[in-house]
């Protein structure tokens, strides 16, 4: 009788880790999932930032040419073209960010310093622990007292 309950508890606590096993599995992919969701929101939100900067930029760089253009009729000097060669290299480089493959070229340049250059990802201090959290926390409650 012992045997046949403890044989009962044994099979029961087997199925109660492949239970949790599997729980804790769905969990964590779960969460790569929820992080993958927060990462691509927020690249999205970074390239919207761009596009709405580009069409800012480009605006002003339209005016800025026209005036540009009239002053020089007028004057007949070059100086009051010349403001437009940064302007020209700034407007290029924040439609190629927002419309062309400038992201894409960021990327495959993360991915480079992630596979080849990982000694530039190291956190200042070393990565923060539980311990260090927990020794923050008392010297904030220190303070507080």
Do not use: C
Not at 12 to 33: C, H, I, P, W
Not at 36 to 59: C, G, K, N, Y
Not at 90 to 116: P, S, W
Not at 129 to 137: A, F, S
Request: aromatic share 8%; proline share 3%; no cysteine.
């Amino acid at each position: 009788m012992g045997s046949f309950m403890s044989r009962q508890l044994g099979d029961q606590l087997d199925n109660q880790k492949k239970f949790m096993a599997e729980l804790s599995g769905v969990t964590m992919n779960r969460q790569v999932e929820l992080q993958s969701q927060m990462r691509e929101r927020m690249t999205s939100l970074q390239i919207a930032r761009s596009r709405e900067m580009f069409s800012w930029l480009a605006s002003f760089y339209a005016v800025a040419v026209v005036v540009s253009i009239a002053g020089f009729r007028r004057s007949r000097k070059p100086a009051v073209v010349a403001p437009l060669l940064p302007l020209t290299f700034l407007v290029g480089y924040q439609a190629d960010l927002a419309y062309g493959t400038k992201m894409k070229r960021i990327f495959l340049e993360a991915d480079h310093i992630y596979k080849e250059e990982r000694d530039l990802l190291r956190l200042p201090g070393g990565n923060v622990t539980l311990p260090d959290i927990d020794r923050i926390v008392e010297q904030l409650a220190e303070k507080t007292k």
